[in-house]
């Protein structure tokens, strides 16, 4: 019984969003800007491409804004994140 109950807990606890317009679920409070990459286009290659990374319907405090790598930021149920991928020259 405990278990369906963790598996329940968990469930509630997942949140929505949507990255280059695929919807995602996940059940962590913050997201890194590797994650969101990965989401995006899988395994990042840092050493030929480079990545831009925006969101949009974030938390009241920050609705809006950009990740760099090694930042992260707290997900909100229906967050969008747009993830531009471009060679690097």
């Known amino acids: 019984m405990n278990a369906i109950i963790d ?7 997942a949140v929505t969003i949507t990255v280059n317009t695929r919807e995602e679920r996940i ?3 913050k997201i890194s ?7 995006a286009f899988g ?3 840092y050493s030929t491409k480079a990545y831009t990374v925006t969101y949009s319907k974030g938390e009241d405090k920050k609705p809006k804004g950009s990740l760099v ?7 909100k149920d229906g967050m ?3 993830v531009i991928r471009t060679d690097k020259s």
């Open 43 to 45: 395994v990042p290659d």
């Open 27 to 29: 059940t962590s409070k």
């Open 80 to 82: 969008i994140f747009d």
């Open 69 to 75: 790598q090694g930042d992260s930021v707290n997900v």
């Open 33 to 39: 800007f590797d994650e969101v990459v990965s989401l």
């Open 7 to 13: 598996q329940h807990a968990a469930i509630e606890k």
